[in-house]
């Protein structure tokens, strides 16, 4: 006796937008689970198999290929709250970096600002003990925020080697490092940090880098500044996007979490 639910390869091809091969490769890589078979052999897949598939090319979207296919094959293995916390996690890393931008923008402003009002003073011809304590003034206020390596790695979510290695490439310079190596970076280092940041994840390797870097530093004309504000305009749109095709994977992502099992009751004292 036949299943008339079950779908066949090609229907679920059909309904999912991918070929007949991509299917069978993704039921391969655990994306979906394995169909089961029919009397004569063949696959018979159920209305989840497309939906999980939809799932996965909104996935895709939101964090890579790679990311969404390992995190299809782990929900299959999760019960409905450990999957939940999963797809949360997605929102939360989106949101994340979304916030990094905005702060590396932050940092743009106020580097910007820095710039031109040490240009202000110099301008005015004050007297050379005015403009030494405006310095100092300047240098006091970013000395009362500072941050070791693991606080400034904990607010970017890289890791202190990666700190350690843009110091090695000039492109982040701690305040000091003391006579056990322990780093403390200044205002103005961690602003540097968070444009850095911001670039890296935008696909820019270090060679680039350093060259924004070092026109912000020496802010000899507006290109500059410029370049990296569009740069972080399109990388708030990048983030924007990937989030619409999270939203638009919502729903086929809830119809997986509700074929998944139960979570489990804690044993009884």
């Known amino acids: 006796m036949t299943d008339d639910s079950a779908l066949r390869t090609v229907d679920v091809a059909r309904e999912s937008g991918y070929s007949v091969q991509q299917v069978r490769d993704l ?19 159920a209305p989840v198999h497309v939906q999980a598939l939809r799932a996965y090319r909104g996935l895709a979207g939101a964090v890579g290929p790679v990311a969404a296919r390992q995190l299809m094959a782990d929900l299959w293995t999760r019960t409905v709250t450990e999957a939940a916390a999963a797809i949360n996690a ?19 402003w106020a580097i910007e600002s820095e710039a031109a009002h040490h240009g202000a003073i110099e301008s005015e ?13 300047h240098g006091a206020a970013e000395g009362a925020d500072t941050m070791t390596i693991t ?3 904990a607010a970017l979510g890289v890791r202190t080697s990666t700190l350690r290695f843009w110091e090695r490439e000039g492109l982040v310079a701690p305040e000091r490092v003391t006579s056990l190596r322990a780093r403390r970076y200044d205002a103005s280092a961690i602003r540097a940090a968070r444009i850095v940041a911001a670039l890296r994840g935008s696909g820019y390797g270090i060679p680039a880098v350093r060259d924004i870097i070092d026109s912000l530093h020496s802010l000899q004309d507006g290109c500059g500044p410029e370049r990296v504000r569009h740069i972080l305009v399109e990388r708030l749109d990048r983030i924007a996007a990937r989030s619409v095709e999270l939203l638009r994977a919502g729903a086929d992502l809830a119809a997986v979490l509700d074929s998944l099992t139960p979570a489990r009751a804690p044993a009884p004292a």
């Open 27 to 45: 039921e391969r890589l655990g994306v979906i689970p394995a169909a089961t078979r029919s009397s004569n052999g063949y696959r018979a897949y």
């Open 90 to 108: 997605v929102h939360v890393g989106l949101a994340r970096e979304r916030d990094e931008v905005l702060r590396a923008q932050q940092a743009l």
């Open 125 to 137: 011809a004050a007297p050379h003990g005015a403009v030494e304590a405006e310095a100092a003034h």
């Open 151 to 153: 606080e400034l790695a």
